[in-house]
């Protein structure tokens, strides 16, 4: 799949609720285990997995002041 194809995808899936998400994922994941070790089954590299979770919105939830719950104090300094 080309770089296009996958922004593509990813402007869609960004623009879908959660739940709605997690059913395209889940028909993938099927998907892949239909397909079994199949050649024509091509991986995407890291980068490109970086650029689709970026495009989706997928660690938005970070920027939420609720997720803060660690200090400077917590734990040891290493």
């Known amino acids: ?3 296009k194809g996958i922004e593509k995808i990813a402007e869609k899936l960004k623009n879908l609720p959660p739940d709605k998400v997690k059913v395209i994922i889940e028909f993938i994941d099927f998907i892949e285990q239909k397909m079994g070790n199949s050649s024509s089954h091509v991986e995407i ?34």
């Open 1 to 3: 799949m080309t770089m």
């Open 45 to 78: 590299d890291d980068a490109e997995m970086l650029i689709v979770a970026e495009k989706t919105g997928s660690f938005d939830f970070l920027t939420d002041s609720s997720e803060d719950i660690y200090t400077l104090e917590d734990g040891e300094p290493l």
